[in-house]
């Protein structure tokens, strides 16, 4: 499983601080991306960046009247731009697991 690593060559103070500046690289990359999601028609809009931090929201408004559907849109709506950002942070962690290869190769 380990075949061609040394172990002893690894030092764990500069693989900590590679990982520490790989999760600080991409938590800045993320921060620039964009997800969108629209429910409804296009009735409710939310788009966030990707730390999943809402940066707009747009909401038509003929729903201002109707609580009860705003609710289902914007529910139906977070979830999926939630889902959108979930699926990028898994891909960008197996991105970066993937840059560990090359640790202790002889």
Do not use: H, R, W, Y
């Amino acid at each position: 499983m380990f075949d061609g690593i040394d172990l002893s060559k690894i030092d764990l103070n500069q693989v900590m601080g590679q990982v520490q500046e790989m999760a600080e690289k991409a938590k800045e990359e993320n921060a620039q991306k964009l997800f969108t999601a629209k429910a409804g028609g296009g009735m409710v809009e939310i788009s966030i960046n990707g730390n999943s931090e809402v940066v707009d929201l747009k909401i038509d408004d003929s729903l201002l009247d109707d609580k009860d559907s705003l609710q289902i849109l914007l529910i139906s709506c977070m979830n999926d731009v939630i889902k959108q950002s979930d699926e990028n942070k898994k891909m960008m962690a197996m991105n970066m697991m993937g840059g560990f290869g090359s640790f202790g190769q002889k």
